[in-house]
């Protein structure tokens, strides 16, 4: 190709009719992308947020609905001398500005007392084990209170009076009072030692002393003489009271054969 032909293709009307559209394209690309995206994103635009504090919600949603903001609820807690469901905590903080449509975060006052679940720390754990424990979870402790047993051990939890158990509901406002051993045993838990009881026959009164039946021994058996003529033979023993049968008269005659 000549260099003639080459400068007279850059003198032609078709090709600089494309660069020209094709620059406009370029161009208003950059003009969409600039402020369209300031558009879409209200790019300089900011709106200061309504201070809805310890409203109703209801009130709160519609104060920020005419603010061209959201609203939406969070999470909840308990105040007791709010109202239920006012709003006690929102985010972003009143006064700060920010684009339409943002989203505004709400706590909102529960209707009811929440309740807390006792752990498992009755007969369980020590006095401070307990304590930290139940401090760590949100309830309200009271004094100790002090019964016989070892030392610093938890023996219950008393809430109103009452007994309560490892996974009962108590309310947040219900103080719990330990009750923690004092070290001391308790009388209840001592031994008594009693005499034993033992019953007599045939008799109608109970005692503790040994009884015993009185036995009379036999009588031993009257020995005869071996002769007449054993002076220094000891004389037989004299017959006892209880042989009632015999008369004196034969007490006599026994005498004088021994002579």
Known sequence: MKASEFINKFKSSYLWGNLVAMGLVVVLI???????????????????????????????????????????????????????NCILEQSPAPGERVKSGHVIRVTINASHTPTLTIPDVIDNSSMREAMAKLSAMGFKLGEPQFVPGEQDWVYGILVRGRHVVAGDKVSI?????????????????????????????????????????????PEPAESAPESSGQSGHAPSPRPSAQAGGHSSSQHQSSTEVVE
């Open 30 to 84: 950059c003009l969409g992308v600039k402020y369209g995206i300031d558009l879409y994103t209200h790019h300089g635009e900011s709106i200061p947020i309504p201070n809805v504090l310890h409203k109703s919600f209801d009130d709160a949603s519609r104060i920020l609905d005419d603010a061209g903001l959201q609203v939406v609820v969070s999470d909840t807690g308990y105040v007791k001398t709010l109202p239920p």
């Open 173 to 217: 406002e219900d103080k719990l009072i330990i009750q923690v051993g004092n070290g001391r045993r308790d009388a209840a838990d001592s031994v008594d030692y009693i005499d034993p009881v033992f019953e007599e026959n045939g008799a109608g009164t109970e005692s503790g002393d040994d009884s015993f039946e009185e036995v009379t021994a």
